[in-house]
């Protein structure tokens, strides 16, 4: 069995829980009826499992290939597929319909894009990053820029890359050397060396469109002198086509852990012809749009391939006759019971599912509010929707892509001694998910910006209305038993959460190492009470459904699920807030000549 | 830099802590004074370091090849650094000196071998496997086996192999169909396929001794007839030299997430020759003698590649200047502060460091009791080695190996994206370590091996022999200040521990179920107090020799990491037993088709 996309829950997701059909009165969500979604979507299940999952092997083992003439072959069967994928129409469905797009709600485009990853996360690297260069230029270029790169970025008939890393600075960006040297028709010549360029070069389209951060010579030091430029390899010509060739060339491709399939490129250049978009030395503020949305993008990769591992085990675990059950045989007619039998398959399967479940749910909320912050009539739904993407956004992504690469190695537990093989697929979940909790900020960079900026921001105003939704919540289900459980634990996790955040303020202000140190439980912590009230959320969708007569196991089998969740997920907190509690003292207390 | 031996660690634990000399009176302990042990490890160190080390890239990248006659070459230079290991006596450290071994105690051998692993784990397994080959025929052999074989296993001038898993039986052995047929000379024909045998072909060694667990026809069905059979490539013949092939052969090689310099073989039995070792019927009961000393020595591969694991990220921490530390720079001359300055990259190598050290003193205190088990003449002392023996393998194997690979993962973390890439060395550290999760028993079976067996043993007197040996110790320090913070977590988790324990044996009776949901929190649980024992013992001894005047930075050291293991990583043990305690309601509800 390959990859089976979970379009089922998509429906549960967006009709049920979020209930998008509420927004029909918006722009975006006009044309967004759930029939029309669910067909799009059931259409998209068919063309990643069918298109994008079978070439995600032959990925991993082929990789890319690298020529002394600078260019680079993608594997096997990506050319056609990526054919396949423009020609399908799918680039344009969260893309503005005034550039050829669909306009769908991102939380739609979100769905498609998980299949896409879970079915082939080194091919999606490619259309993803041309997304995240249409939304620069989106937010920062000149019309003229927009009228010319646009249409074909939300196309991906070209292709976009983020070069930000240099051999010396990745997280730190203010160190960068690439340099800019205006010219006298107004274009810069770009000079310096990127590294880790994923689709810095490749045979899938026509042109790349580089978003290249630089340094104008005479600009001051640190992130205030940076700007951003596009960089494109065939310079456009008048009617907007490829035309001359311009200096920007790959050295190389990394050896890498996973991912084989996305070209990860050095990218030299060498006086090449550069546009900057927006303003000079403002260059960062536009990159973090992107980044921004790359983050949220990369929780989902965490998400996306712990699915995929969590299918392959799942299967696995019916198929394997091994032993007997505890409490006696279940196939007393064959030589084995099945491994699902055993307490602690079963707990690390029942893992996977409390956090892919409810990591898709925390993902397609925020995205919705990201949505409402774009859409909404109401200042103040905007301003919450605004409010919950700053704050969630490194949630989303550290939390959930630790978690994923958790749950792809218990996939490949499951397998036992097959796992670590390459004839199955979860080696390869394994080793691809784990980019995820690297790129686009460290994990680490990702719980700093949590305690460090995203607590703060506005005066608390985002993580204090989520703390009152909260309670507002909980208090709404006083009177239901069956949220009971739910509830209980949800009002824990959050007074755990409010006593860490209260800590968090009492004692980051007088020594920033007691943030620092205290970030990553921090984070942690949040996204345990987040995924509970998700799992709350769901179960209160469920038990209504079940109320009003619904039949569809799927309803039972997220209460079964939720209440896995509180009971043995979510008690990891008490750790957590123990831990972040006796701050730096103990952490730093060690000379760096002891390490 | 390479991995750098932790010699000053081994001499810290073993002369300060486990007081080796204590034992000098001892047949395996009086040719091991302190100097001598100290000197042993140091050019054990060096050869690790310069030989095997420098090796291991190399493995990974090459990995073994298969050719068409059924044979397997390992990777370049393996060869001759196994010759430089057989010549230069390393082999016999730990074995009987009746057999050509140096008749060392198992803890100074323990060391070698983790230093061995840690500089290079592929390499390591061959004369790893062939040292448990060596243990099972000691054990099990008749004398006329023990003659002809243990002189040539104890050398490594054979290798040794063991032949377990089939493709449809893996943790089951009950299942196993490979068949043995009585000739009449007194040998078995032999017929089967074995999978995933480790070191089933080299080039290293001109024999290879298969330890092969078969059915002999008529035998009974389960592992109530399985018996275990030495099977060599070359017969030995009446000199004891490789006489005439067997029919033994290699069908080919596992592509592997890891341990690419590890040959990985499909091995055919095709009527070979073979000799029973020990009763008929009674095969498995060997073999466990050869897989706990396997088990233990897995443990130590955890720890050994997350302390390789740990050294690369600190090297790289303490290089990488970026950005500035949140409490001023650090580094004012230079353009950035080295990272190792920002709180949640001291996290994880202090993290690093507590479980490493933590874990690595818990496998010597162990191996110790296995040693005393055998030499003392104290039978109270014996026994009590035995019953810890036991009680500790699966621990130190299921909870060590899941530590070592999340510190390995840890440390690809502090490198970023660097660490993501093959030029440097954590990518491999990481795949080698993970399948030290998996073999001699997935760490799933440790972990009820631990509750279902191990608990329960002699009604209960490992256990309750750790318990009050740990109440002990928190009384005698009762008077010393310094030791408080180290008692009072200890005792907390002690009485969490306990009450886990009292849990399990009130409701793993009542439904089995229950022991099998809670045995992996339970197994951490364990781990985690084990190693605050641990730490509380490093830190009376540290203390003790301040106090006396000492000013190696050890011992400072020692203390300050214990504390930090007392407050950042032992209060995890609070939702283990939260979760533990739930039992198997929650875990069991879903049916089987929901997954």
């Known amino acids: 069995m390959t990859y089976q996309p979970p379009v089922r829950d998509y429906a549960f997701l967006l009709r049920d829980v979020l209930e998008l059909e509420r927004y029909a009165n918006l722009p975006a969500f006009a044309d967004a009826s759930m029939d029309t979604v669910d067909q799009i979507l059931e259409e998209a299940g068919r063309f990643t499992a069918e298109v994008l999952a079978p070439l995600n092997s032959v990925g991993d083992k082929e990789g890319c290939h690298w020529h002394p003439d600078n260019s680079v072959t993608t594997p096997k069967g990506f050319k056609e597929a990526y054919r396949q994928l423009v020609d399908g129409g799918w680039p344009g469905l969260g893309s503005d319909p005034a550039y050829g797009g669909q306009g769908l ?14 079915a082939n996360m080194a091919f999606s690297m490619y259309p993803g990053l041309t997304h995240g260069a249409y939304s620069a230029i989106k937010v920062g270029g000149s019309q003229a820029q ?22 010396h600075c990745g ?29 810095g070069e490749q045979d899938l389209t026509e042109n790349i469109v580089h978003l290249v951060l630089a340094r104008i010579e005479g600009a001051p030091m640190g992130t205030r002198g940076i700007s951003l430029f596009i960089v494109p390899k065939f310079i456009p010509d008048k009617d907007g086509n490829p035309g001359e060739r311009n200096a920007v060339k790959c050295l190389g491709l990394e050896e890498k852990m996973g991912i084989h399939g996305n070209a990860t490129c050095v990218i030299a250049h060498e ?80 893992d996977a599912k409390a956090i892919v479940e409810g990591g898709r749910a925390f993902l397609f909320w925020t995205a919705l509010h990201g949505d409402l912050a774009e859409a909404s009539p109401d200042e103040a739904v905007r301003q919450k929707g605004h409010d919950y993407m700053a ?131 921090y984070m942690h912590l949040f996204g345990l009470v ?63 000549e002891s390490f």
Chains 1, 2 share one sequence.
């Open 146 to 167: 927009k009228d010319l790169y646009l249409p074909k970025l939300a196309s991906f008939q070209w292709g976009g890359t983020m070069n930000l890393t240099e051999p």
């Open 391 to 521: 704050l969630m956004t490194p949630v989303l992504k550290g939390f959930l892509t630790d978690r994923g690469f958790n749950v792809c190695s218990d996939a490949m537990q499951v397998h036992g001694g097959s796992g670590f093989t390459e004839h199955f697929p979860v080696s390869q979940y394994l080793r691809d998910c784990r980019i995820a909790l690297i790129y686009e900020g460290t994990n680490g960079i990702q719980a700093l910006d949590l305690v460090g900026r995203k607590l703060a921001a506005e005066g608390g105003r985002g993580v204090m209305g989520f703390f009152a939704e909260l309670d507002a919540f909980i208090e709404a289900q006083e009177a239901d038993e069956g949220m009971k459980p739910f509830t209980e634990g949800l009002a824990r996790g959050k007074a755990e959460l409010q006593e860490a955040t209260l800590w968090l303020m009492q004692n980051g202000l007088a020594n920033p190492d007691n943030a620092g140190a205290a970030s990553t439980d």
């Open 105 to 118: 709600p991102h939380v739609v485009n979100l769905a498609f894009s998980e299949m896409s990853s879970a």
């Open 530 to 592: 987040a995924l509970a009230y998700m799992w709350a959320l769901m179960a209160k969708t469920a038990l209504a459904k079940i109320a009003g007569g619904a039949t569809d196991p799927i309803y039972q089998e997220k209460l079964t699920v939720g209440r896995y969740y509180i009971a043995r997920v979510l008690p990891e907190t008490a750790g957590r807030l123990a831990k972040l509690k006796t701050g730096a003292e103990a952490l730093m207390a060690l000379p760096v």
């Open 171 to 199: 997280t730190d960006l203010g160190l960068l050397r690439t340099k800019a040297v205006p010219q006298a028709d107004g274009t810069y010549k770009i000079s310096g060396q990127k590294i880790w360029i994923s689709g």
């Open 271 to 350: 006086e090449a012809t550069g546009w900057l978009i927006g303003e000079e030395n403002r260059g960062l503020s536009i990159m973090f749009v992107m980044m921004n949305e790359a983050r949220l993008g990369v929780g989902m990769q965490g998400i996306a391939q712990a699915e995929a591992a969590y299918q392959a085990a799942a299967e696995f675990a019916k198929d394997r006759l091994q032993g007997r059950s505890l409490t006696g045989p279940k196939n007393p007619d064959g030589p084995a019971d099945p491994i699902i039998v055993h307490p602690d398959v079963r707990r690390m399967l029942m």
